[in-house]
C-alpha cells in the first residue's frame, strides 16, 4: 500500500557541529583570492570550523589604501555567525596590519567580537619565528617599495634581522594573487643562497605556499613561512588545537612558544 506517511517530529541529538573542537573567523580582504583556499588546505576538517567574511578594499596596494580598510573591518566580522561564540578571530591582510598595527586591527575586531582571541599575518609570523628559534630572516614580499620599508621596519622594531630581501614588486593585489609558485620557490631558494638565515618568511596573504612549504624546506634547509600559512597554525594554537598537519612544514609540529 502506498500513500503519504508524516512522521510529524522525531526525536534528536544535537552534537557540537562543524566547529565541535574549534570555531575559527578570518576577516579577508575583498580582492583576495588566495587566503581561503589556503587555509582549507592547512585546517584540519575533523571539528575545526572556518568562517569567511570580506572587507573592502582598494586593489591597489599603498599606505593610503591600507589604512583606509579600517573603516570596515568590525562590520565585517559582525558578519562571522552572528550570535556565536568564535574562539579564534584572523585579520587577513599582512601590510595592512604594519601599516596601522596590531593593536589598532585588535581594536576594531574587539568591538564584534571581544570574547575572540585574536591574530594578524604579523602577529601569526613574529609567534612562527619564536618557535622556529630564529631570529635572522629573509623576507619575500609582492610589494613597492614604500610599503615594503614599512614591512621591514615593523619586523626590525621587534628585534628580528631582516638579512635578506626580495620583492615582486606588485602594486595590484590582484596581480601578486598570480604570482607563480613556482617563481615564489625560486625567490626563496636565491634568498636562503644570498646570506645566512634562520627562517624565510613569505609576506602577504595573496602569494601561495602551501602546497610547495615542504618541498622549499627541503630544498633550503630552513624553515618557511608565509601570511597565510602562519596564521592558519595561529589560529589553530590559540584555539587549543594542537594536530600535527602532515604536509604543511614544519611550522605545524609545532606548539605555541
Avoid at 621591514?152 to 593585489?173: C, H, I, P, S
Wanted: aromatic share 6%.
Amino acid at each position: 500500500m502506498s500513500g503519504f506517511v508524516n512522521l510529524g517530529e522525531v526525536p534528536c541529538t544535537l552534537d557540537g557541529g562543524i566547529a565541535g573542537r574549534a570555531c575559527i573567523g578570518l576577516v579577508a580582504l575583498a580582492t583576495d583570492q588566495t587566503i581561503e583556499h589556503e587555509f582549507r588546505q592547512l585546517l584540519p576538517s575533523d571539528g575545526v570550523g572556518f568562517y569567511v567574511s570580506r572587507v573592502w578594499n582598494d586593489a591597489d596596494i599603498t599606505p593610503d589604501t591600507l589604512r583606509a580598510i579600517r573603516a570596515g573591518i568590525a562590520g565585517s566580522a559582525d558578519l562571522i555567525l552572528p550570535g556565536l561564540p568564535v574562539d579564534v578571530l584572523g585579520f587577513g591582510c599582512t601590510s595592512a596590519t604594519m601599516t596601522m598595527g596590531e593593536e589598532a586591527i585588535f581594536e576594531e575586531l574587539r568591538k564584534s567580537r571581544p570574547e575572540a582571541k585574536m591574530t594578524t599575518p604579523i602577529t601569526a609570523a613574529l609567534a612562527a619565528f619564536q618557535a622556529f628559534g630564529a631570529r635572522r630572516v629573509g623576507l619575500m614580499t609582492p610589494y613597492s617599495d614604500e610599503v615594503n620599508q614599512i614591512v621591514r621596519t615593523y619586523f626590525e622594531r621587534r628585534g628580528l634581522d631582516v638579512g635578506a630581501f626580495a620583492t615582486f614588486n606588485k602594486m595590484d593585489d590582484r596581480e601578486a594573487a598570480r604570482v607563480s609558485v613556482a617563481s615564489i620557490i625560486e625567490a626563496a631558494t636565491r634568498l636562503a643562497e644570498a646570506t645566512e638565515l634562520e627562517a624565510i618568511f613569505i609576506s602577504c596573504t595573496s602569494l601561495r605556499l602551501s602546497q610547495a612549504v615542504t618541498g622549499i624546506e627541503a630544498r633550503t634547509g630552513l624553515p618557511v613561512t608565509s601570511s597565510d600559512h602562519a596564521m592558519a597554525w595561529h589560529c589553530l594554537r590559540l584555539a587549543g588545537v594542537g594536530d600535527v598537519v602532515p604536509g604543511a612544514g614544519r611550522l605545524f609540529t609545532l606548539p605555541l612558544p
